[in-house]
């Protein structure tokens, strides 16, 4: 850490490495705009920096209460890290309920910025709180930056001609440049933002930012700190260009990338549900890129809309999360046994049923391989965080046109609403495998197979290729039939085809020594949080390697060999043990331990390196 | 249709290779040999056409017509459906589907078709019983049937698919009967002719567990007065002696001489008249309407949807992936 003097002011300027912080307020205080915006400004920074929003599933809970707390945490920083980290070191709390709900996660000694202004008795009530946490000792031990953010705002405004209300929306903007003068942030990305979000509204634009400079003056001014701090931008991500990028925004982009990949419309038919919409709201807004977008009337509707889309000879695609996924099951059927190319993107959240669903789960894998009446394999591929969500959806794509079935791609809440710095792939290195349709009659049958053992895609409107297909059992014309060696065979045929696709998937590098006592093996989005344990685990002169998977039905060849150098294999997963239990069936002869946490939360790196630790020390 | 073009087809080639397996009698043969007539006959391109059906006897339809064909789920086919045509708008979609399969597994999926007014024409063979589940009760069965799962008789209130339809805002939406050729096809035609969703209800017989169910109604010695037919720019008037009439009143047509009948105009008929007429034969003694009960024009859902696709490349020009990536604040790590 350095001390150097800051320019125009006596406050010393200290340098830090990473810093952690979560804004917690009520879920109308714009908490995630919050996070947002600073986590925006310190991309374009050039910090590495990592997310995790964290909100209630109701919109507006009552205000004030304990449930209506809406959370934002990141950590950004110079080096290249991989979690939102486990303690935050500054915890802003809005409000009592705020502050209860969140101060058991701060770090021993953090500091606590606190809006003293929604702290009078009945702000008290609303939290449950007999007495006031700020005169208690409740926060002894940590440093406490008390800021009347509800007064110092209506002041900065004095001039303006909002109502107090409106006036006092803009707290959230006179908190971010409070954080911003304590980070040495910049503030145009937010003002350029400011001006693009209320356009229409130019008093708003005005007043936020007038908050927004009062709140980042007022660090300069009234010496709240006793210092600023700052996190140089990072030299250790790889050269390129880069952008700030969210799961479901990837796989949004990846879905009109692999279907010009394809040479295919997009056709989305989807149901607005939490967290998997904003794909849904982001492809209806890329028309200019020929994506057509249905919002049906159900789930099912949803997929069956797009596999009619498939049958006519668009790319069908589907977006959803878990109760979705249920009620699609019985279409998903359909498409395996029609062999209809599709893709069906789940973001997990907490279940089962309606579950918690702004929370984080991974518990809808044995849903996604196994979950459908009969023998009906469907490949599946999990996005592990928001940077590879664009190249895993454009490999669905290409699964599912390259070997005629639907594909599974899950991501999950962590993924779908977490940030972090995209390098830009080039895009001129992404090879195309356009589509090619059966057009002549002569000798085609609907379900001959190619050497890969897919069928050839035929589409109506092509002249002398008239066939049916249906979800009863076909020979290899497509008409239905009931001999019991056809349904063998054909079903035979389905199974080998999504087992020969593990043949294009690359095996997964390990992590580390390729032998060992103890392998760390994970999917999906514990993947910063993994490799973050490991390392940790390593500082600590303990020497275990790590692997994840990415495409997880077939799985990737070579698992075998791998798996067989070490002594044993710790599968940490946000559920109760579902990968581990596909592994044990599929390779049973090794020694997998699985390690599970289902709060709704993700997993803390000091956990994971606390149960690596104690298998290599037991 | 390129080398057939010139090649006027026949009803035969409209028939595909595959044995029909209905039982014998079924009201279905005769829709289908109306269908394939009609398909040879109004010049329609196979390669073009998509019979979809969902569940049930009357789903084994598209099996039959030498057209593209999808047997899909029960109750989903207008979902399907609604897919196929938007991904290809020029495709003639025809959906075929039974009471269960519409009004009971799929009624949400029918509502909401009929409200969106994709360009496809449903066709619901309506014969009041589930067929190949072996006979229960269906949604379409009157109050009272009795039958295994139903031991004491059914309680519930049976749908009227037309007044369903209607309620759903339907573009178009008619009646005929299985073995009526001739009605059938006229019906056919308007149905193929109608610009959005056109529901046709089809009185069909299952021989086997609800043997002529309608046989008060359609039998040859009652059907022309028990049945009156709404014929576009035509008097309404039935009776084997073409002497019974009907005319407008406030409960929508009440029975009059055949010199006082009312001009029948489905297009500018109200919503609360053609309501009013699919409910008449809740009175025995009123003849049952067939025909076209509504027929107006409104905005079809698909075209729409490419409109604004169309009208977003011309504003934005057609995008580009390198776009959508590339966008937003971006920095550069040398």
Redesign the interface.
Known sequence: MTTTETPGADLPLQQLERVVIRFAGDSGDGMQITGNQFT?TS????NDLATLPDFPAEIRAPAGTRPGVSGFQLQFSSKDIHTPGDAPDVLVAMNPAALVVNLGALKAGGTLVINTGAFKANDLKKAKLGSNPLEDGTLDGYRVIPVDINARVLEALSDSALSTKEKARCKNFYTLGLMYWLYSRPLD?TVNWLKVKFKSRPELIEANELALRAGFNAGDIHELFQGQYEVPK??E????????MMGNDAIA?GL??GA?LAGL?P?L?SYPITPASTILESLAS???????T?Q???E???I???????????L?ITTTSGPGMALKT??M??AIS?ELPLVIVNIQRAGPSTGMPTKVEQSDLLQAIFGRNGDAPIPVISCSRPSDA?ELTIDAVRIAVQYMTPVILLSDNFIANGAEPWL??D?KDIKPFPVQFAEDPENHRTFARDEKGSRAWA??????????????EKDIDG??SYDPENHQAMTDQRHNKIAAIAQTIPTPAVDGPDSGDLLVLGWGSTVGILTQAVETVRENGLSVSRLHLTHIWPLPKGLEEIFSNFKAILVPEMNMGQLTRVLRGEMPHHNFIPHNKVTGQPFLTTEVAAKIENILKG | MSETATTKLTRKDFVSDQEVRWCPGCGDYAILASMQKYMADSGADPAKTVFVSGIGCSSRFPYYMNTYGFHTIHGRAPAIATGIKVANPDLSVWIVTGDGDALSIGGNHLAHILRRNVDVNILLFNNEIYGLTKGQYSPTSPVGTVRKSTPMGSVDRPFNPISFALGCNATFVARSIDTDAKHLTKVFAAADAHRGTSFVEILQNCVIFNKDFYSKVVDRSVRADMTVDLTPGEKIIYGAEEDKGMRFCANGLEKCSAADADLWDPATATESQAYAISQLDQDPETPKPIGVFRSVDAQVYEQQVHQQVEAAVADKGPGKVEDLVCAGDRWTID
């Open positions: 925006q991309a374009v920074f050039g990305s990072t030299e991500l790889p050269a390129g260009t880069y952008r700030n982009m009109v990338a010009q419309q056709v038919g890329y028309k200019h890129h020929g994506v057509v249905m049906m009337e159900d099912i509707a949803a069956c809309s797009a596999i009619g889309a498939s049958f006519s000879g668009s069908g019985e279409a059927g359909l029609t664009f830009l792939p895009l589409k109506p409107g092509t002249p002398g290729m008239e066939f049916r297909i249906g979800g009863l008409n239905v």
